[in-house]
């Protein structure tokens, strides 16, 4: 199938209420018609998902935009000019046209419009918004190629697009009260705070209160244990016959048989996500990068997926 007849199917697919897969620049999700509450309760089944955890609605235009959002404010208007399309995740007030399945029970709804020419086209074929977590089971790595998607979900209808261009998941930033970053992403702190200097970090729940659900549950696990080190003489005190050990490329001369995840932060990144669904056997020992720009995102990543941290 061609990709534009596989894109056109899709298409039909989602305004029939069922489920597909599909590209974007983060990584790949799990689509349904954000407005059809039958067609959403499908994607938290397949995934496993926890009712009060709410999905990102894609969106392909500012007409779109204001059918699902309301209270647009000149903040807003200043990311969104600046990062949209492309991974930034923005929450708004909903709409009532939005069905409270899509935002977890919330009066909130969270929007990005991606980039991926694949997504877009997508969007704009089913006429309608979709609603899409990242299309793994949930508590797995978020998948970067159509054959992640397919080993979580065998019999699904998956757009082939390539690996993503990020591997990580887009930035979520709450516009609703004082804005703040829900949770790390493909847009570094460093450029969301070129915009709005005083923008509050709270991706980690504060004794039992998070600002985003998404926040309480486990994430991103690989098969086998994984091990963080923040240091490599720590690292190598906890090595075994069968450990297999991650690192930076310009850290690899710090072990005898170490893998490389890439060398500058974007590469990590793009990496990282398949690097943790690769190894089935023994346990993956991983050095840590630096907590700036992208690299915190994958730190973050990396902390969430990690049985233990050293
Ligand atoms: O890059 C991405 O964002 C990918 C691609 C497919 O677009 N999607 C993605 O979706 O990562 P998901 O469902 O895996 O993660 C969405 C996150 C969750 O942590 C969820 O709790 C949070 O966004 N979220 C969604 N709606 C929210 C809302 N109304 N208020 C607070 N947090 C929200
Ligand atoms: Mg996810």
């Known amino acids: ?56 609605v894609h969106i392909g235009d500012d007409r779109m935009l204001a059918t699902v959002a309301g209270s647009i404010s000149p903040i807003a208007k200043r990311l969104m000019k600046r990062f949209w399309p492309g991974p930034l995740t923005i929450i708004f007030r909903k709409k009532s046209a939005v069905p409270s399945i899509t935002t977890g029970g919330r009066a909130d709804v969270a929007v990005r419009m991606p980039k991926h020419p694949v997504a877009l086209r997508l969007i704009k074929e089913a ?28 019999n699904l209808f998956v757009i082939d697009g ?66 963080l080190f923040r240091n490599a003489d720590t690292l190598k005190e906890h090595v075994k016959k069968d450990s297999v050990i991650l690192c930076r490329e310009q850290d690899l ?22 690097a943790l669904r690769t190894y089935k056997n023994g346990e993956l020992l991983i050095l840590g990068v630096p907590n700036k720009g992208l690299g915190r995102t994958v730190m973050d990543r990396l902390e969430k997926a990690a049985t233990a941290v050293f």
């Open 1 to 56: 199938m061609n990709a534009q007849f596989k894109i056109r199917t899709a298409a039909r697919m989602l305004k029939k209420g069922e489920v597909v897969a599909f590209p974007t620049e983060t990584v790949y999700g799990l689509g349904a018609n954000a407005l059809d509450a039958n067609a959403v309760a499908k994607v938290f089944l397949l995934k496993g998902r926890p009712a009060d955890n709410p999905l990102i």
């Open 253 to 274: 001369k710090r072990f005898t048989n170490a893998v490389s995840l890439g060398k500058t932060n974007e590469e990590i990144a793009h990496n990282i996500y398949a």
């Open 127 to 154: 006429g309608v918004p979709i609603a899409a977590p990242s299309a793994n089971r949930s508590g797995r790595p978020s998948p970067t190629a159509a054959a992640h998607v397919l080993e979580d979900f065998p």
């Open 162 to 227: 390539g690996e993503t261009q990020h591997g990580v998941e887009s930035t979520v930033i709450s516009l609703v009260g004082k804005p703040a970053i829900l949770r790390l992403g493909a847009i570094s702190v460093e450029e969301i705070r070129e915009i709005i200097p005083a923008v509050a970090v709270k991706t980690r729940p504060v004794g039992n209160v998070a600002a985003s659900p998404g926040q309480k549950y486990k994430h991103y696990a690989p098969s086998i244990p994984l091990y």
